[in-house]
């Protein structure tokens, strides 16, 4: 058993979940192999064979995942851990961090992406979403037998199979394996003794870090952020306010408004240096309602004004 505590934040070997890839190397690349893919068709399906080397990146932020696992992992998700030795089934929610140590050589399962729309084209599927299965309060992570892991795998081949078919509403049907998946794993008892609780303020605080890491870079003048203030990520992880800043600064010395400040300040920065965008366009997409409000902020943290650090740069 791995003791927990004598890891810290930065020295956690984390993977990008079926990936086989550190998240750190993964998290600035431009869109990956599969982005394009899953978001033009609404989904992709995959056999996970690490034997063979071959790993698949993606945006976990953009989609919904379903995956079949035999191996051993320790998965990280929201602010609890699960360590698991045998066949489990994964649910992923784009909008919880989670993450996974691999810590057996070889893996083995199969994996859908599948974007919310795909599945809500379906009355009765959207609704499967806000199953536990899928939210942070709820049970991500089942352990199956031998005989469960035949039938759903099983699932699997026929969806990977029917992808690559002509077949007019080939979507109808991959949409309704994952539909029977998702049933088959709600009848089934919740794997809760996987949790491990320890550390709780380290897991938050990790958590939390990643959270506010997933919103940048900023790519796009007509989306801006939507988590800006303490008590937004709070929400988010459906923990109280007070709890997250306690973590947060026990374990990093830095308050949760400090870090959300710091990281829109280094990303103005990149804007202002790298970007043509003007002042205005840059303080919408980092969620000011007004410019004046961004130069204000940004003249209060770092003694300049935006414009003066574009200036400097030209």
């Given at each position: ?100 140590e691999v ?30 299965l899928?939210?942070?309060g ?11 892991k035949?039938d ?7 969806m ?51 959270l ?50 710091e ?52």
């Amino acid at each position: 058993m791995l003791d927990r505590k004598q890891i810290s934040l930065q020295e956690v070997n984390t993977f990008d979940f079926l990936n086989f890839a550190p998240m750190n190397k993964q998290r600035r690349t431009p869109t990956s192999d599969f982005d394009t893919e899953v978001k033009l068709k609404g989904f992709k399906a995959y056999e996970i064979d690490s034997k063979t080397g071959k790993g698949h990146s993606y945006s976990r932020k953009d989609f919904y995942k379903i995956s079949l696992n035999t191996g051993k992992y320790i998965f990280h998700y929201a602010d609890r851990s699960f360590e698991t030795n045998e066949t489990i089934l994964f649910f992923g929610n784009p909008h919880i961090p989670y993450s996974c140590e691999v810590i057996s050589a070889t893996n083995e399962g199969y994996a859908s992406l599948f974007t919310e729309d795909f599945l809500k084209l379906s009355e009765r599927s959207g609704g499967l979403l806000q199953s536990p299965l899928f939210k942070i309060g709820g049970t991500p992570i089942l352990a199956i037998n031998k005989e469960q892991k035949k039938d759903i795998a099983a699932i699997f081949q026929k969806m990977i199979a029917e992808q690559d078919t002509d077949y007019l509403y080939k979507d109808e049907i991959i949409r309704n394996y994952i539909n029977l998946i998702i049933h088959e794993a709600l009848k089934m008892q919740p794997s809760e003794g996987y949790s491990q609780q320890k550390n709780a303020a380290a897991r938050i605080t990790s958590v939390f870090l990643e959270l506010l890491e997933r919103q940048f870079p900023v790519e796009s003048t007509e989306h801006p952020l939507e988590l800006k203030a303490a008590q937004d990520f709070a929400k988010h992880l459906s923990v109280h306010v007070n709890y997250l800043n306690s973590a947060v600064k026990e374990i990093t010395g830095k308050t949760t408004t400090e870090h959300i400040a710091e990281r829109i300040i280094s990303e103005a920065k990149a804007l202002l240096q790298h970007t043509d965008w003007n002042i205005a366009e840059i303080a919408y997409a980092l969620g000011f309602e007004y410019p004046t409000y961004f130069n204000n902020f940004f003249k209060k943290k770092t003694g300049h004004i935006p414009k003066s650090i574009r200036a400097a740069h030209l």
